[in-house]
């Protein structure tokens, strides 16, 4: 009765959300302003079902309910509690419904925290809203429901959740990337509320920034919790393979990235507002799109989740009615948006705008390496790749320009600059940086090739011309005390920001570069070198868990005859499915992470092991940290909440 129940919330969530997108579109429509002000209600109404349906799906995964399906396929009753609610999303169904849990629980703040809109925009906002969630409850409810029965006869155990899936990485890596995901519909929804007003002055991106800024913070901290994860749990020493659902990931991304930018500048200038709107769209839309590829049994991944052609086929219907309707509705009414701003070529306004452009050219290359080979294959025209090599290759050309711009943006004043007095202050940032970068690569490596010299550059590039443009803001204050307190956390949020780049330019340039591996066969005693580091294999001992038993290879590392560590990694043998897992031991530091992995067991008592000696590979989720916090430090600017606040006052 318990798992009916949670459906049974669904399907009065599913009718809220009937009720929210049609009572305030029609009252913003008519003018009735009793419609509008139910808005809220159902917003809190239909997250606060969604939410009892969620707290009934993991109790019956806690009791170990094998008569619903999705715990006899996700669960087992040896599956340790924490893994037990992360396998409340480790399966499609459980998933979606997560999803949704995302997806009410924005609509839900944005009706609480959106009291000072005019009732007209917060009415078609919330509507929208509306319509994304009927969306996803009625696939939910028609395809995916993570409460089906198998009664009468069901197992007395469950699958277990997919080996790879038990790691903490798992257990917060889906819900901050759903977080971000969704979070994009709330810029997506404002931009549309905006369009069906006709009101695109700066207003809107005001109001839509904040909302925009929490969401991309989100993205980016899961995509990182993500590239760890891939790292630490795969056993290969990789952080990021350019796969398709990885990709999925990073288009959203990049829009959102420009989106912001793109925002900032219609907030304070008034300028590229079509542009605005247009990102606003993209980056939702591109959120769909990977839910399609990730869900729709197109591509095979140890990411994707479903296999079931029917559930794609409404993916892809709905992205086109969302993509389609929000993009008409765009060109009926691009021609009555115009810039007010004015401005000279050698400004931020262009900097920005150029930098939006090259993220946008970004996302496009992604687009076409994921989606063409899938396309081509479904034409029947056989199977094609586009690896690795590719996706690097078209990057290297991208980041040089994009990096220089954005070392340069931060030193632009609003609307026009003298070419003269900045070229100096650039030549010279630029040449302490190359000279800089000299230093580091050549006293650190014996050989350094001319593109891992030119993208450490960059990213020491920006580290600098960040430092120069925050010593000259100081430097404009009467004391160096007064030149800090002046700026505000907005301003130490773009330094964070830029500064995360440059640390993930730097380590993705640094391990790509100089990363070492070894594949050895040893014997206990045996000792393998690899760059200074010896790796004493001291033998295997047996393992046991709450759900797997195997052995961990103990392997003592030295350098110069002194003990650096002991490294365990295991090979596991789960109970349930006789899965094989390979957990890497790794020893991790700022400057260098020692990577091992246990392989078979090989004749005469020896073992296959792989070691790698990974330099600078924490800075890349470092740099990710960094940026991510940036997000969430602006919205603690008192200054920011003001002009928000002011922006409500005089729409009033």
């Excluded at 609509?107 to 609480?112: F, G, H, K, R, S």
């Excluded at 452009?357 to 094609?384: C, D, N, W």
């Amino acid at each position: 009765m318990v798992p009916e129940i949670g459906y049974f919330a669904l399907v009065l969530a599913m009718a809220l959300s009937l009720l929210l997108c049609i009572f305030p579109l029609w009252g913003a429509y008519t003018g009735n302003l009793r419609l509008m002000r139910a808005a809220p209600a159902l917003a809190l109404g239909q997250c606060l079902f969604v939410l009892f349906s969620f707290g009934v799906l993991i109790y019956v995964t806690l009791t170990d309910d094998f008569t619903v399906a999705y715990v006899a396929h996700h669960s087992s009753s040896t599956l340790p509690w924490y893994y037990k609610v992360t396998s409340t999303w480790g399966g499609h169904e459980g998933a979606i419904l997560l999803w949704l849990v995302m997806q009410s629980s924005w609509t839900a703040l944005v009706a609480m925290m959106s009291k000072s809109l005019p009732w007209v925009l917060r009415a078609r906002v919330l509507g929208v809203l509306g319509f994304l969630g009927v969306g996803f409850m009625l696939y939910t409810l028609w395809m995916s429901s993570p409460f089906e029965r198998l009664l009468p006869y069901f197992p007395v155990e469950g699958r277990d959740l997919n080996p790879l899936l038990q790691d903490p990485g798992m257990i917060i890596h889906p819900p901050l990337l759903y977080m971000g995901y969704v979070g994009l519909s709330v810029s997506f929804s404002f931009a549309i509320a905006a369009l069906l007003t006709g009101k695109l002055d700066n207003t809107w991106a005001k109001w839509s920034r904040p909302w925009t800024m929490v969401a991309w913070a989100f993205l980016t901290l899961g995509i990182t919790i993500g590239s760890w994860w891939a790292y630490a749990e795969l056993g290969w020493g990789g952080w990021w393979f350019w796969d398709p659902v990885e990709n999925a990931s990073l288009m959203p991304w990049l829009v959102a990235t420009a989106l912001l930018h793109s925002l900032a500048a219609t907030e304070k200038r008034g300028v590229f507002k079509s542009w605005t709107v247009l990102l606003a769209i993209a980056a939702f839309s591109l959120c769909l799109l990977g839910t399609f590829i990730v869900r729709s049994g197109i591509i095979v991944s140890v990411h994707a989740f479903a296999t079931d052609p029917d559930r794609g086929l409404y993916i892809l219907s709905f992205l086109a009615v969302v993509v389609g309707g929000s993009l008409a509705l765009y060109a009926a009414r691009v021609s009555q948006v115009h810039s007010e701003g004015r401005y000279r070529f050698v400004s931020r306004e262009v900097a920005l705008w150029l930098n939006n452009i090259f993220l946008v050219v970004a996302t496009l290359i992604v687009l076409l390496g994921t989606l063409l080979p899938m396309i081509h294959k479904e034409l029947g025209l056989g199977s094609i790749s586009i690896g690795v090599p590719f996706f690097n290759q078209m990057f290297s050309i991208i980041i040089v320009p994009f990096a220089l711009l954005l070392g340069i943006a931060p030193m632009l004043r609003w609307k026009q600059n003298k070419l003269s007095a900045m070229a100096k202050k650039w030549l010279v940032t630029i040449g302490l940086s190359l000279v800089a970068t000299a230093a580091w690569l050549f006293s650190s490596y014996d050989m350094v090739s001319g593109l891992t010299f030119v993208a450490t550059a960059l990213a020491v590039w920006i580290v600098f011309a960040t430092a120069a443009d925050l010593l000259q803001k100081v430097s404009l204050q009467s004391s160096i005390t007064e030149g800090f307190k002046r700026l505000g956390l907005s301003y130490w949020a773009m330094v964070l920001g830029h500064v995360g780049l440059a640390f993930v330019i730097a380590g993705v340039t640094l391990t790509s570069a100089y990363s070492v591996e070894r594949s050895v066969a040893m014997k206990p005693g045996d000792i393998a070198t690899l760059n200074e580091y010896q790796y004493r294999f001291e033998g295997v001992k047996e393992i046991r868990g709450p759900n797997y038993s195997g052995y961990a290879g103990v392997v003592t590392v030295l350098k110069q005859e002194n003990v650096v560590t002991e490294l365990y990694a295991e090979k596991r043998l789960y109970d349930i499915g006789m899965q094989f897992m390979t957990e890497a031991a790794i020893d991790d530091g700022f400057f260098r992470d020692l990577y091992l992995a246990l392989g078979e067991q090989m004749s005469r008592g020896a073992w296959s092991l792989r070691i790698y000696h990974k330099p600078y590979v924490r800075w890349m989720w470092l740099g990710g940290i960094l940026i991510s916090l940036a997000g969430f430090i602006v919205l603690a600017d008192k200054r920011y909440r003001r002009r928000v606040k002011k922006v409500a006052q005089e729409s009033l």
